[in-house]
């Protein structure tokens, strides 16, 4: 029996050296990861700091070599010359005279209506004011000139560009605020909406009525010495 008690507290005394001795060779572990990391992270500070210090010295080389008061100026950009549209005279749309030219006056261009080109030469880009006014007005026993409308101080529409036989009525379409739209197509298939009051053709006729068969235009045009307005109709095509 003591045989037997001795036995076991030799083998408890074992057992709780072995426990002793893991522990102690777990820690020496522990330490030795810990020292390791430490020391990567003492290298990696020390690298950073060196990268602070050559940074500060290029920004001394360079407050030093005063490389900044040698930049040169932002150049100097003249102006556009200004520009001025004379919406009487000057029918097409999106057009714009040149400001005046040299060695003359604001009255100088509004009266002779020429404008600078590239080249610097003055060329005529509007019909006498004088002229138009007389035709405008009608005067008797004076000759009226064909090619110039009764309206031709009107700005010029797209449409009016197209001959009016190559247009094709389509119908109409009613917009959600109500308002009546007629569908025009092109000669290259395109569709074009217009309404009441838009010019359209060669001749440049005005929509006056349209309606789910028709739309209707009246062309204004000399007789004499008279204006003269002709009526016309585009009627649906089921093509």
Request: proline share 5%; net charge positive; hydrophobic share 40%.
């Amino acid at each position: 029996m003591l045989n037997k008690r001795i036995s076991i507290l030799v083998c408890k005394m074992l057992a709780k050296a072995m426990i002793m001795l893991i522990i102690k060779e777990i820690t020496k572990m522990e330490n030795k990861f810990l020292l390791g990391v430490l020391g990567i992270g003492f290298l990696l500070q020390a690298g950073c700091a060196d990268r602070v210090e050559l940074a500060k010295q290029e920004i001394e080389k360079v407050k030093a070599t005063n490389s900044t008061k040698n930049i040169e100026p932002l150049p100097k950009i003249s102006s556009y010359p200004s520009k001025y549209y004379q919406p009487v005279v000057d029918t097409q749309l999106f057009y714009q005279m040149d400001a005046k030219l040299p060695n003359q006056t604001n009255n100088d261009v509004n009266q002779s209506g020429k404008k600078a080109s590239a080249s610097s030469h003055n060329i005529n880009t509007k019909l006498d004011v004088d002229n138009q006014t007389s035709l405008l007005k009608k005067p008797k026993g004076v000759a009226k000139t064909l090619s110039v409308p009764p309206d031709a101080a009107r700005i010029t529409e797209p449409l009016t560009t197209f001959n009016f036989n190559g247009l094709v009525f389509k119908g109409i379409v009613i917009t959600p605020q109500g308002e009546t739209l007629g569908l025009i197509e092109l000669p290259n298939r395109q569709l074009i909406t217009v309404k009441k009051g838009d010019y359209l053709g060669n001749k440049a006729g005005k929509v006056i009525a349209m309606s789910q068969n028709f739309l209707q235009i009246e062309q204004a045009s000399w007789d004499g010495n008279k204006v003269v307005k002709i009526k016309k109709k585009l009627f649906l095509s089921a093509k």
